[in-house]
């Protein structure tokens, strides 16, 4: 069975950056269709980073500031994210698919697993 847990959320001031990482067991190796989603309060998730087949992916609110990486040694999905902003905060959930079609790597339905999410607060 797939389990996916995200750790390094936590609270910063606007400016400053964290790494959130997402361990997968349950694989034999890391899924080719990893993204990171986040939900704000009275929003709905929304993608942020995604992998699919090695190539990464990124909405533009977060273009130039976060990037995903994966670890296939430790099963392991990381989001380095930089120049944090109030508008970030948001609770980060880590998310996997056996199977994606590139047109589907935003929407949230499409991905079988999930984490239990991390939370990040960002102030200003």
């Known amino acids: 069975q797939v389990q996916l847990v995200e750790s390094g959320g936590g609270s910063v001031q606007a400016g400053g950056s964290l790494r959130l990482s997402c361990a997968a067991s349950?694989?034999?190796?890391?899924?080719?269709?990893m993204g990171w989603f986040r939900q704000a309060p009275g929003k709905e998730r929304e993608g942020v980073a995604a992998?699919?087949?090695?190539?990464?992916y990124y909405a533009d609110s977060v273009k130039g500031r976060f990037t995903i990486s994966q670890d296939n040694a430790k099963n392991t999905v990381y989001l380095q994210m930089n120049s944090l902003k109030p508008e970030d905060t948001a609770m980060y959930y880590c998310?996997?698919?056996?199977?994606?079609?590139?047109?589907?790597?935003?929407?949230?339905?499409?991905?079988?697993?999930w984490g239990q999410g991390t939370q990040v607060t960002v102030s200003s």
């Open positions: 349950g694989y034999t190796s890391i899924s080719n269709y």
């Open positions: 992998i699919y087949t090695g190539s990464t």
């Open positions: 998310a996997a698919a056996d199977a994606l079609w590139i047109g589907y790597v935003w929407n949230p339905e499409k991905y079988k697993y």
